[in-house]
């Protein structure tokens, strides 16, 4: 079993930028990829970012490269997300996974609570 708290969010102007942190607690955390999804009112949840367990690979969802930056602290079994230049469409619930895979939310196999992101226009 895996818990995953995130911390972070909050409101922000446009073009702000928030740390979202996710720290996980219980089975080896560097097996597993980590990831960031999220979910606007009235949305499905999407996927945002996605670091690998045992290879680091980094992934991103076209509407966030170049402003999001995923990372990972195995010592800590903590992972993040750098938010810059946030935008309007940026604000929803932030919810940190661990799974083998978690490119789409059917391969989670662990949430966390999520946490608010609202950017003010």
């Known amino acids: 079993q895996v818990q995953l708290v995130e911390s972070g969010g909050g409101l922000v102007q446009a073009g702000g930028s928030l740390r979202l942190s996710c720290a996980g607690s219980?089975?080896?955390?560097?097996?597993?990829?980590m990831g960031w999804f999220r979910q606007a009112p009235g949305k499905e949840r999407e996927f945002v970012a996605g670091i690998g367990g045992t290879v680091k690979t980094i992934y991103y969802t076209d509407s966030v490269k170049g402003r999001f930056t995923i990372s990972r602290e195995d010592t800590k079994s903590t992972v993040y997300l750098q938010m810059n230049s946030l935008k309007p469409e940026d604000t929803a619930v932030y919810y940190c996974?661990?799974?083998?895979?978690?490119?789409?939310?059917?391969?989670?196999?662990?949430w966390g609570q999520g946490t608010q992101v609202t950017v003010s226009s």
């Open positions: 996974a661990a799974g083998l895979r978690v490119t789409t939310s059917r391969q989670v196999d662990y």
């Open positions: 219980g089975r080896s955390f560097s097996n597993f990829a």
